[in-house]
């Protein structure tokens, strides 16, 4: 390989469409990412393939020898310093509280707006909204009657 070759694609199938009456319009495409088991035959985790920047499509389940063979290519060029080391593609960590299986909370702008979960730190707690009303309780601002004036 060339200096600085990049990591190949992997090569898939194409599959079998209604609209081109189960012939399909090539043989193979360039896919998004090894399979799984295409990565653990050539010796590697998910993870550690990921951080040597190779696409791991885990959906896929499918083995192909072509890419199995391409992949040993470019670690061995990777061993002799030929091809260049792909940016890892180790998906970002985002967390997100987990709903605990409350009752619905208002999710759309105006139920959030209603229980006072406008707040963005406080988006999915209760915490901004009952210190809010201790504070108006404490300063007697009638906290309870500034929504829904009708009523007994």
Do not use: C
């Not at 199938?13 to 896919?31: A, M, Q």
């Not at 002799?80 to 759309?108: C, M, Q, W």
């Not at 406008?118 to 500034?146: C, D, F, I």
Request: positive net charge; charged residues 35%; aromatic residues 6%.
């Amino acid at each position: 390989m060339s200096e600085g070759a990049k990591l190949p694609s992997a090569i898939v199938k194409v599959p079998l469409l209604s609209r081109f009456n189960g012939v399909p319009p090539r043989e193979k495409k360039i896919g998004r990412g090894y399979s799984v088991g295409e990565v653990e035959a050539v010796g590697l985790t998910t993870r550690e393939a990921r951080l040597l920047g190779i696409y791991v499509d885990e959906r896929r389940k499918s083995v192909n020898e072509e890419n199995i063979k391409r992949l040993l290519e470019w670690l061995h060029s990777l061993v002799k310093g030929e091809a260049s080391l792909g940016t890892s593609s180790l998906p970002k960590i985002i967390i997100v509280k987990r709903d605990r299986g409350r009752v619905f909370k208002g999710k759309t702008m105006s139920g959030r707006k209603a229980r006072g979960l406008l707040s963005v730190k406080y988006r999915y707690t209760h915490n901004y909204k009952w210190g809010r009303k201790q504070k108006e309780r404490l300063l007697h601002k009638r906290h309870e009657a500034r929504r829904h004036t009708g009523g007994d």
